[in-house]
């Protein structure tokens, strides 16, 4: 599986942006994809993940800024974040999970979101 993440920028405080994941290869119906972040020097966190059946999760510090989605026919997720703060500012990693063949995590290269304050 390749992932191909795009959307990042810089954005002021109190801005929007939107992220996309499109995945492509050998992408199995039963899934889950999403996105991490993180800063340098701290571990990666959880921002949003959605599985193929549509059930979401989201970290704590995105509940209520932060929307999760995907397209199932183009194999993509979006992530639609607003009311932006500088503490959001990292490097997003795109998630494509398949455990149910056991094949585990593939990560995207990362896009950087850039919050002004």
């Known amino acids: 599986v390749q992932l191909q993440a795009s959307g990042g920028g810089l954005v002021q405080a109190g801005g929007s942006l939107r992220l996309s994941c499109a995945a492509s290869?050998?992408?199995?119906?039963?899934?889950?994809m999403g996105w991490y972040r993180q800063i340098p020097g701290k571990e990666r966190e959880l921002v949003a993940t959605?599985?193929?059946?549509?059930?979401?999760n989201y970290g704590d510090s995105v509940k209520g800024r932060f929307t999760i989605s995907r397209d199932h026919p183009k194999n993509t997720v979006y992530l639609q974040m607003n009311s932006l703060k500088p503490d959001d500012t990292a490097v997003y990693y795109c998630l494509y999970s398949d455990y149910e063949r056991g094949f585990g995590d593939t990560w995207g290269q990362g896009t950087l979101v850039t919050v002004s304050s």
């Open positions: 290869g050998d992408i199995f119906s039963i899934n889950r």
């Open positions: 959605i599985t193929s059946r549509g059930a979401e």
